[in-house]
Nanobody, 119 residues
Framework: VQLQASGGGSVQAGESLRLSCAMP???????????MAWYRQAPGKQRELVARISTGGDTYTADSVKGRFTISRDGSRKMVFLRMNSLKPEDTATYYCHAQQRETQSESWGQGTQLTVSS
């Protein structure tokens, strides 16, 4: 499936930003069959899971962002969001939207959106 991520940018430490990811070419019932997640990859580092939300709305948030980042989804808009508060320079990375079909386990990645946090 096609995923379109957006919302990255350059901010100062302590500021907030929201990333969005859309699944524009699928109907809501299809979107609702996907677990959605955000990953990030900083230069020279491996891609890591930031947050995940299941088809049922259960969430997981990495310890490194817990209490600052919140993942949510809107089935009617076929979108997943990552609300990021109290941003830190170490949050600087390219953020990727990820979808995994609940039954087939097939996976898709968005194109990545860059976040730069300056101190």
């Amino acid at each position: 499936v096609q995923l379109q991520a957006s919302g990255g940018g350059s901010v100062q430490a302590g500021e907030s930003l929201r990333l969005s990811c859309a699944m524009p070419r699928k109907i809501t019932s299809v979107f609702n069959g996907y677990h959605m997640a955000w990953y990030r990859q900083a230069p020279g580092k491996q891609r890591e899971l930031v947050a995940r939300i299941s088809t049922g709305g259960d969430t997981y948030t990495a310890d490194s962002v817990k209490g600052r980042f919140t993942i949510s989804r809107d089935g009617s808009r076929k979108m997943v969001f990552l609300r990021m508060n109290s941003l830190k320079p170490e949050d600087t990375a390219t953020y990727y939207c990820h979808a995994q079909q609940r039954e087939t386990q097939s996976e898709s990645w968005g194109q990545g959106t860059q976040l730069t946090v300056s101190s």
